[in-house]
């Protein structure tokens, strides 16, 4: 079964600069599996809050991960600058998945593509709602570029 490639740097549209440590490295001489998922929420988390999304003490909605995937393509070891780029994949009425890829600095292809799926809920019931007005708007900014955009990565519903 042929792989789908890997999207690339000029599918993101947000990105976040990561360092990496001394400690992520495992006894293979690279970043472990498990640390890109750290770089990933912390890539989607700290957008959230730039963008006045997220109140991790008070706010209301608050995103719960209820899916994560991640795809390898090449290693990184400590220690490598790299860079979390995040785009929209889907926004629905009351969840978001997020598309991410993690890049050296300067190349165009991901070491790592990952997607991280969100649903939104009351903080106090912790049940499903609807994304407000104002962080769909927010959120819709994410969206790939047109020309890099497959045509059932992003709807809303």
């Excluded at 809050?49 to 390898?72: F, K, Q």
């Excluded at 889907?90 to 649903?119: C, Q, W």
Aim: aromatic share 10%.
């Amino acid at each position: 079964m042929p792989r789908t490639p890997l999207r690339p740097r000029t599918h993101y549209v947000a990105w976040t600069p990561i360092t990496t440590r001394w400690s992520d490295n495992d006894a293979y001489g690279h970043v472990n599996n498990a640390v890109y998922y750290h770089w990933f929420d912390t890539a989607v988390n700290a957008w959230l809050i730039a963008a006045g999304l997220l109140d991790g003490a008070h706010g209301d909605p608050i995103g719960l991960v209820v899916d994560t995937r991640c795809r390898y393509a090449r290693s990184v070891a400590y220690p490598e600058p790299v860079e979390i780029r995040l785009s929209l994949g889907r926004l629905g009425s009351s969840s978001v998945i997020y598309e991410l890829g993690a890049f050296r600095v300067g190349e165009n292809e991901p070491v790592a593509e990952a997607a991280f799926t969100h649903v939104y809920v009351d903080r106090a019931r912790r049940r499903p709602t609807p994304l407000p007005d104002i962080w769909r708007s927010k959120l819709e900014a994410l969206a790939p570029p047109v020309s890099d955009h497959a045509p059932t990565s992003a709807s809303s519903g």
